[in-house]
């Protein structure tokens, strides 16, 4: 669902997350319970119907064993190549 206020690199962002996700074979609501969210919390980011803010990204980061600096030197090289 896109939004007015997305934009491309939000997009990757939430694509890199997401495939961080499948890559360790999660699915939402097992990435939520890590979270102690519900499903639709990350059902509502990934879609971009929710933004998130810094600290929220570094609990999912944190959730998806990722380093948020990789995930975001990972977003710029992505954006370059936009």
């Keep these: 669902m896109a939004t007015p206020w997305s934009t ?5 962002l939430l694509d890199l997350l997401i495939r961080r996700r499948r890559e360790l074979d999660l699915s939402q609501v097992e ?3 890590l979270l102690g969210k519900p499903q639709s919390y990350v059902s ?3 879609t971009g119907e929710r933004r998130l803010d810094v600290f929220e990204l570094i ?15 990972s977003l710029l090289s992505n954006e370059k190549k936009s």
């Design 31 to 33: 990435l939520a319970k």
């Design 44 to 46: 509502k980011f990934e």
């Design 59 to 73: 609990d999912i980061c944190s959730a998806l064993s990722c380093s948020m600096v990789g995930i975001v030197e």
């Design 8 to 12: 491309s690199r939000h997009r990757i």
